[in-house]
DNA sequence: ACCTGAACACCGTTCAAGT
DNA sequence: ACCTGAACACCGTTCAAGT
């Protein structure tokens, strides 16, 4: 922020600002590397090599790889989906939001620990979305000091789910110790769910709606 | 396993095998490790050290830290209680096993990728933890096409629920930006529950008790 | 203010050489 | 079969020196 103003400062009129190395730039470098290579690619040198900088140089501007991927997770939070808050019933909302947020993160699980764990200060879009959820609540009817849990419980699942989206489809196959486990193993052989679902999605799914039917009764 | 029988071969009686380097040897030690200094201390390296041993030494029994990661994972499976699925009602079943589950893990956040990624194949205590959940949904009535999907989905809540446990409580302080988002900013706030329970504690009771709700109405 | 280049203290893993 | 010691290809981060 500081160094982008400062910048801007320096910076001549009618030259486009795209070319200057500040947060903004790192960040969207950053995300062109996960999305091409993954996240082992998202290494400092790596980042510095696509930015045609020194990996010391990107100290100038991010504290630590910790605050890069602070920028990162926030500016991925403005892709999640809130608008369903403004228009439509608590429950549907709720599961649009739920849905958008999972898929986001579902590409990037290496920053669910940073959302989970790190304080919002400074996240401003992180912050956006957490007022948009906010707002749908209060005006389903939510008491005041219910709604942040029961947002924390929704994000809850939304983290493990975006981890279960990337299981391998042979997550539960028991191998050769199937013998010890015969009730669990015949419950994986009949896994079907009545639409045409996979099985992140089936789970998903069932959760979801048991959850959001859940705290529509305690709504009261 | 092979490694261990092949020593138990060359072992002479009456000596006590404890101090052989093996699977369950290396197992504990990472355990200690962890429990001392926490998963940053968990290296190959310092867990040679640990051992009396070169770090190169641990590639006899192990064929990468990942595999390291899956023995210590399943060992703590171990310690998570299904004991209330024999003897008691589902929900309550269901309530004890979740609550036991999040605990054993809330010590152990970099394993939980390992649990929700990697199959279970040759992972015995996961597969009788699973086992014995299986076995309580189909004593409750549960049609065995969707206990998997209601086991997975209780799973990701527990692992989200996990993450949470170690959120700083501040973790929600809007900080200079808290006039972007006041009803958010209100909410935090007043969050507040009945009882006297902490933030974490909350959420996760909340969410759990909803999901169970949810659930035990799709279970016809 | 912002960059480079060298350096530091690590990582996980491989492999020839020993016993 | 199992170990050691050296080596490899990396990490994130710091810091003096430049402009």
Redesign the pocket.
Known sequence: MK?AK??AGRRRAGRPPLAL?GPAQITRAALKLVSRDGYK??????L?KSL??????L???VR???ELLRLVEDSLMARVDVSAFLDQPWDQAVSKWAHSYRDVFSSHLPLIPVIALLPVTNAPQTLLMYEAVTEGFLRAGWRSARIIDAIVALESFIFGSAYDVNAPSDIFAPGELGATAPAFSSAVAHRSNAGQLNDADAAFSLGLAALIAGLATTLV
Do not use: D, E, G, I
Request: aromatic share 4%.
């Open positions: 160094a400062a910048k190395l690619a998202l290494t400092m040198s790596k510095a045609n900088v020194a990996p010391s140089a100290y100038n501007h630590s790889k910790q």
